[in-house]
């Protein structure tokens, strides 16, 4: 949640009114608005009084379902089209639209909310193509703030798949009073600040580590979680998967981990732990934080790299806390992974123009807006919108949150999860064959032949 080498224009294409009914007849599987009766049921099985309902598929969590506090205006607005939300909790959520699905229960709007990703959606022939929706109803996505770089990202041969809703990208945030109290100057939020590198961040990250035999004083400088395991040697400008995965459905036919670049850029990661020694261990992390906790929000780290969920606590912390630009590694064009998420009509949608209805209504500027709030700090694809997002949060510069989203935006890429297919499995993978590395037991160059190998193995099935 792959930018650089997807970024071709939104182009709408003119057709006869009669040559998109037919196409959008051949592709929903089933009637929309204009096929109500009118003053009873809609002949697409819909309610009484000329109604529709749609579902919308979502995570059992509070920044998820909070759409249900939307559904009154959306209605009110929209009378003949009536909303229901449908929530399973994360480890379910893909297990759960398969069975419905196959259940001929499918939802109507959903996204990749799961382990899977958009990829893996696409090539299990679970999307609708919204391109002759989206011609038909004249949507621009500059009218709705979406940057076309983004409305790219869920193309597919020029057909579109997807509308951007939310975007997250990766980001750094540090400890002010630990910089403070080690009198560091603090990480600039300028990406066109060529000072700060990944070379300088490991300099301060010494100045602020303090390793003791007493857990509660020991302190480390940098966690650096760029993006998921196999995205990161992408950071220094290693390419583990061919180009041609980014084009043809996240298929790709070649893969990389066990080149001598790929190997030095994992290298160069575990050294932050065994070698630098400024950054911790899972294990001691665990220790301090817990199973699921996070040893930065514990005042454990001065500096943390990782997606900007983490930033959507930070009026709760127990220090100062500031964001940063992830500093530059190597790589001219990506320093951020991104992760777009879009909403995404299912092939099983009997109403597809009633739910691309929907999906309209959450991208508006307003209501992009209520959603920060509502979400507790969801970071909207709208840009009109996202000005009240970099004011959400207390003791934080906006100026520091706009400069890191838009330099994150311009050297960006999306996440790997995203757009490469039969992800949830590759994922387990790597966190299986790669825990010995991170223990301390194993190295990078006894490890990746055999990563290389096993994924080989699942791309083929």
Request: net charge negative; proline share 5%; charged share 25%.
């Amino acid at each position: 949640m792959n930018k650089n080498r997807k970024r071709s224009g939104f182009a709408l294409l003119l057709t006869t009114l009669m040559l998109v009914a037919a196409a959008l007849s051949g592709c929903s599987g089933g009637k929309s608005a204009g096929d109500v009766v009118s003053g009873g049921e809609s002949s697409a099985g819909g309610d009484k009084g000329g109604t529709v309902t749609i579902t919308h598929y979502t995570i059992d969590s509070e920044d998820r379902t909070f759409v249900e506090k939307l559904i009154p205006d959306f209605e009110a607005k929209h009378p003949n089209i009536k909303v229901k939300v449908e929530k399973a909790p994360y480890e379910q959520f893909d297990s759960k639209l398969q069975t419905l699905i196959a259940g001929g229960k499918s939802p109507d709007v959903t996204s990749h909310y799961g382990y899977g990703g958009f990829a893996e959606y696409y090539n299990k022939d679970m999307l609708l193509d919204l391109t002759d929706i989206i011609q038909e109803d004249g949507f621009k996505a500059g009218d709705y703030g979406i940057p076309d770089n983004l409305m790219s990202i869920y193309k597919v041969k020029d057909r579109t798949y997807g509308i951007p809703v939310n975007m997250y990208v990766t980001l750094m945030l540090y400890n002010k009073d630990m910089f403070d109290a080690a009198k560091v100057p603090y990480p600039p939020s300028d990406y066109e600040d060529k000072s700060w590198t990944f070379d300088k961040m490991v300099e301060d990250a010494k100045k602020l580590t303090v390793i003791s035999d007493d857990i509660a004083k020991t302190q480390y400088g940098v966690d650096f979680t760029w993006a998921e395991r196999d995205n990161r040697p992408l950071y220094f400008g290693a390419e583990p998967y061919s180009e041609d995965t980014w084009t043809n459905g996240g298929v790709p036919s070649a893969t990389h981990f066990d080149s001598p670049e790929v190997m030095a850029a994992y290298n160069k990661l575990f050294g932050l732990i065994f070698k630098e020694k400024v950054s911790p261990t899972t294990e001691w992390s665990k220790s301090v934080a817990g199973q699921n906790g996070d040893p930065f929000v514990a005042g454990k780290i001065g500096m943390s790299v990782g997606g900007s969920w983490n930033l959507a606590g930070a009026n709760d912390f127990p220090f100062k806390v500031g964001v940063a630009a992830v500093p530059w590694g190597g790589n001219d064009k990506v320093r951020s992974t991104l992760y777009v998420d879009p909403l995404m009509i299912l092939k099983g949608s009997k109403h597809p123009k009633e739910a691309f209805e929907w999906i309209k209504y959450l991208v508006t500027a307003d209501v992009q807006e209520k959603s920060i709030e509502l979400s507790g700090g969801n970071p909207p694809v709208n840009t009109q919108a996202a000005e009240a997002y970099y004011q959400h949060f207390e003791g934080v510069d906006p100026q520091d949150i706009k400069n890191v989203y838009e330099g994150a935006i311009k050297y960006g890429f999306e996440s790997y999860n995203h757009l490469i297919t039969n992800y949830s499995q590759i994922n387990d993978m790597f966190i299986n064959e790669m825990q010995p590395i991170e223990s301390g037991h194993k190295t990078v160059e006894e490890v990746m032949p055999t990563i290389q190998k096993k994924l080989q193995e699942i791309i083929k099935r």
